[in-house]
């Protein structure tokens, strides 16, 4: 059975930064694509940013420069590094899981069979 956790999400003043992590476990982390999503309230969720298991890397133009995605398949870890974080950055953030190869599309969250719980994130101005 897929689990994923988040953690790491905190308040911070805008310029701040912080670093989420998601554990999984249950599968074979290291061949499925992962990502991170995010949804503020009253919007709909929107793709972050997303890793394959080459380790390519795709972000949401909001973030580029800002934000990393990283991944470590001994932890079966996935990490958000958020960097000059901005009020607008404010939201429940969520990994995801996907087991089928999404090539540039990976910030699509119809790709993403299994989710975690969410974490906070709150950047004040």
């Known amino acids: 059975q897929v689990h994923l956790a988040e953690s790491g999400g905190d308040s911070v003043q805008a310029g701040g930064s912080l670093r989420l992590s998601c554990v999984a476990s249950?599968?074979?982390?290291?061949?499925?694509?992962m990502g991170w999503f995010r949804q503020a309230p009253g919007k709909e969720r929107e793709g972050v940013a997303a890793?394959?298991?080459?380790?390519?890397?795709s972000y949401v133009d909001s973030v580029q420069g800002r934000f990393t995605i990283s991944r470590d398949n001994a932890k079966a870890t996935l990490y958000l590094q958020m960097n000059s974080a901005q009020p607008e950055d404010t939201a429940m953030y969520f990994c995801?899981?996907?087991?089928?190869?999404?090539?540039?599309?990976?910030?699509?969250?119809?790709?993403?069979?299994?989710w975690g719980q969410g974490t906070q994130v709150t950047v004040s101005s």
């Open positions: 995801a899981a996907s087991e089928r190869w999404c090539g540039t599309t990976c910030l699509r969250e119809y790709w993403y069979a299994y």
């Open positions: 249950g599968y074979t982390y290291s061949r499925y694509v």
């Open positions: 890793i394959d298991s080459d380790g390519m890397t």
